[in-house]
């Protein structure tokens, strides 16, 4: 939500209502709480937590699958957590991996989309102690497979941020799709690319409950950069497949503005969003962000991430945006909230260069609702990693430390790096009762759940 961007080092700048990005969730009713306290430091060297909470390894790169499947992936980034029967959870796992990989997603009949990727997801299935009962392929032969969203029917919708076609680095395949996982069982799923939804740097989606409506954002690098989009399915809200009918996909365009960045005022609200039909959803020539959408044309918004749906609206999240990469202004983070039933948008929150709230590291990425209200956040720069909670108030606190050293390019090759590094915190999320936070380090790829008093 608030960016892989440096200049979060210094703090940032907040304006607009955090409470609002809130409205209509699970985590509304409380304000949450100022943090549970210093964090202790762990004898074992892995995690830090605050003095009542504990950890549990769950699965760590390079380990055995329990299926026999092979190894454990490398990079496990975004995740999410299902009920399953007779209070077990199934735990959906991404692994963010490019053709360079060093462990890619085991190849599985009937799981596998094209055996030259090496990206995937794979699923834990845990007891009401979080127990592992089981560890399996999820889906495999995808790539880059970096965030995505569940679905009213309590299944994963997986996205490739990439964009990559056969014959390039060595796939057999064109990617840049999203796919279903059925968490409770796989083969149901399959590894079929929802080819209507788009191909294009996939980053999440959210789901609309009432008309079935799937939104989709674009992470893309270059410019003219991504575009928030919209999916009517054939058969909406038809259960698990159902998105293989097929659909409409739509860009958004905003009337009078072209980059969402030239936005800068906190409240700020445009009707009359419109909706422009999508000329080549699979991008057989032409990245769809590059198509031709009509002398208006559509709006675009650099690093379109975050997408969830509360309060009959959804919201969307542009982690930053900076002028000298060709954005029309400079942000931190901009935070939409767009009403379907109004065809409004409006600017909800900005993140900016002052100080309102400051966040003692840097570059937060992955983001939850927290049980009690706020948010967990996800550290991903440089030094010491870090969970940070954040309330309604914009009052920020250290959940978590990763202790985990990794390997830097200097060690391996046999100098002596400046300082440590660490890897950073990927795929946060809350058990279905909330007790439980289970937290990735995307690298070495390790997965915890995380108990203690988070409602008191």
Not at 36 to 54: S, T
Request: proline share 7%; aromatic share 8%.
């Amino acid at each position: 939500m608030l960016a892989r961007t440096g200049a979060l080092g210094v703090g940032i700048a907040f304006a607009g209502s955090l409470s609002e990005i809130f409205a209509g969730t699970a985590a509304a009713g409380e304000l949450g709480r100022s943090g549970y306290g210093p964090l202790v430091p762990d004898p074992a060297g892995l995690l830090d937590l605050p003095e009542g909470f504990r950890y549990k390894v769950l699965s760590r790169e390079g380990g055995r699958l329990r299926s026999g499947e092979g190894r454990v992936p490398s990079n496990h980034d975004g995740m999410s957590a299902f009920r399953g029967h007779r209070g077990r959870v199934h735990l959906v796992r991404n692994h963010e991996n490019r053709h360079t990989a060093r462990i890619g997603v085991p190849t599985v009949e009937g799981l596998t989309y094209d055996p030259a990727a090496k990206g995937g997801c794979t699923v834990l299935a845990l007891d009401g102690r979080n127990n592992v009962q089981g560890e399996r392929v999820g889906i495999a032969g995808t790539a880059v497979n970096c965030a995505g969203g569940p679905t009213p029917w309590n299944t994963w919708l997986t996205c490739e941020e990439n964009e990559d076609k056969a014959g390039t680095n060595g796939y057999t395949k064109d990617h840049g799709f999203i796919f279903e996982v059925d968490p409770a069982d796989p083969h149901r799923t399959g590894a079929v690319p929802l080819t209507a939804m788009g191909r294009f740097q996939h980053e999440a989606i959210a789901v609309d409950p009432k008309s079935g409506i799937v939104y989709e954002t674009e992470d893309a690098f270059d410019r003219p950069f991504g575009l928030f989009y919209r999916f009517l399915p054939e058969k909406p809200l038809g259960g698990t497949g159902s998105l293989r009918a097929g659909g409409a996909l739509e860009a958004m365009r905003v009337p009078g503005v072209a980059d969402l960045s030239a936005v800068q005022e906190t409240g700020a609200s445009f009707g009359g969003v419109e909706w422009v039909p999508v000329p080549d959803p699979l991008a057989e020539k032409t990245p769809i962000r590059l198509q031709d959408f009509g002398r208006k044309g559509v709006t675009h918004a650099q690093k379109l991430e975050g997408c969830y749906w509360g309060d009959k609206a959804v919201y969307f999240v542009s982690s930053f945006a900076r002028s000298s990469e060709g954005s029309a202004a400079d942000h931190f983070g901009q935070v939409w909230k767009y009403e379907p039933h109004k065809r409004r948008l409006t600017l909800v929150v900005v993140f900016g260069p002052s100080t309102d709230i400051r966040l003692p590291g840097e570059s937060p990425d992955n983001i939850c609702l927290a049980p009690r209200g706020g948010l967990m956040v996800c550290e991903d720069g440089n030094g010491a990693q870090h969970v940070y909670g954040l309330t309604k108030r914009g009052e920020v606190y250290a959940m978590a430390r990763n202790r985990q050293e990794i390997t830097s390019a200097a060690a391996a090759a046999g100098g002596t790096p400046e300082e440590p590094e660490w890897g950073e915190f990927a795929g946060v999320t809350f058990s279905p009762d909330c007790s439980t936070m289970y937290v990735n380090c995307y690298t070495p790829g390790t997965t915890f759940a995380v108990t203690g008093p988070f409602g008191g």
